[in-house]
């Protein structure tokens, strides 16, 4: 029973790690890069939401790697 618990909050964990992910903003390259960045400048860039979501993405995989290791173990 405890297994099939900790199964799905792996499940969740990694759904959420997705989703995180996802939501980050990336690196712009190429000439979509250079016009994204100067509007950037201009209007200024969500610098505190990209690190609030870096740290959630960082300790999301935490939990899912100890998740992961409690199951391994107990396997």
Request: proline share 0%; net charge positive; aromatic share 6%.
């Amino acid at each position: 029973m405890l297994k099939i618990i900790l199964l799905i909050f792996q499940i969740i964990c990694a759904v959420s790690v997705i989703a995180t992910i996802l939501l980050q903003s990336g690196k712009s390259a190429g000439l979509s890069g250079s016009i994204a960045g100067g509007g950037e400048a201009i209007f200024g860039k969500k610098k505190g939401l990209d690190d609030l979501l870096s740290k959630i993405t960082a300790y999301l995989c935490a939990v899912f790697m100890i998740l992961t290791l409690v199951l391994a173990i107990m396997g």
